[in-house]
């Protein structure tokens, strides 16, 4: 007996688990959702690394602004 063989029947006499999904099994995304999804989370991305610069560049001077109020 081959040592797989006795993977793949051990393998076999394992419980199937099945995913249960309200979408049929040949949904995929299109091409144009694809690039729109992949565009947005990229500017949002970038607009998330500009924004903590500014904060990192301005925080002395957003801590001296912040005491004197």
């Given at each position: 007996v081959h040592?797989?063989?006795?993977?793949h029947v051990a393998l076999e006499r394992l419980p199937k688990f099945r995913l249960q999904s309200s979408l049929p099994l040949d949904y995929a995304m299109t091409h144009a959702t694809l690039y729109t999804l992949a565009n947005s989370l990229g500017i949002?991305?970038?607009?998330?690394?500009?924004?903590y610069h500014i904060?990192?560049?301005?925080a002395r001077h957003i801590a001296k602004n912040g005491e004197g109020k």
């Open positions: 040592p797989r063989a006795s993977i949002l991305a970038m607009l998330t690394v500009v924004g904060v990192a560049v301005n």
